[in-house]
């Protein structure tokens, strides 16, 4: 029934009920999920599951919007909360920590809402992906030396948001403990 490379032959897929289409594994067969329906181990069944996901949001979004005093709380719902998780990024850019990626995430929560956050995600998302597609088709040491700037970049940024916004000068600290040691 399975091919060499691990990939079910096409054909109705059968699970325990003997129904066709519902792709559930038998249990016992060493089988956990189907193999070699999507892309990054993903299953078929994982993609409609996900898939079926979204749709289900997608018309409980509709019918909020239906309303006039549901979609226009669903607006300031969406607002606040993407100025909430943005606000959080934004402060914590400078500090170590996921800023950029909330940053985005409430980006992502305005896009729900709003054309231009939408716009905006996309194209954050092209460019963060030719940037990849760009740092990846790079040799070693040029990655190195990329990463190697970036590092010294954050680093510095944590230096001066330490002695700036506490007082904390840790390059004098560190000069004087191995001074002293």
């Known amino acids: 029934m399975e091919a060499a490379v691990g990939r079910r032959s096409p054909g109705p897929v059968t699970g325990k009920t003997g129904k066709r289409g519902y792709g559930v594994p038998e249990k016992g067969r060493g089988h956990d999920r189907l193999r070699g329906h999507g892309a990054n181990g993903t299953t078929g069944v994982q993609v409609a599951e996900r898939r079926v996901r979204w749709r289900r949001l997608r018309t409980t979004l509709e019918l909020v919007r239906a309303n006039p005093t549901g979609r226009i709380a669903l607006k300031v719902f969406v607002a ?102």
């Not at 909430?84 to 996921?98: M, N, R």
């Not at 970036?150 to 904390?168: A, H, P, Q, Y």
């Open 80 to 181: 606040v909360a993407g100025a909430l998780v943005v606000a959080i990024g934004a402060v914590l850019i400078p500090l170590p920590g996921p800023g950029w990626l909330l940053v985005i995430a409430g980006l992502g929560i305005w896009a729900v809402e709003f054309h231009w956050a939408r716009r905006l995600l996309n194209f954050t998302r092209r460019h963060v992906q030719g940037w990849t597609r760009w740092v990846t088709s790079r040799s070693w040491p040029v990655r190195l030396v990329l990463g190697s700037v970036g590092l010294l970049f954050v680093c510095s940024i944590v230096w001066l948001s330490l002695k700036v916004g506490l007082g904390i000068d840790v390059v004098a600290r560190l000069l004087h403990y191995l001074a002293t040691n």
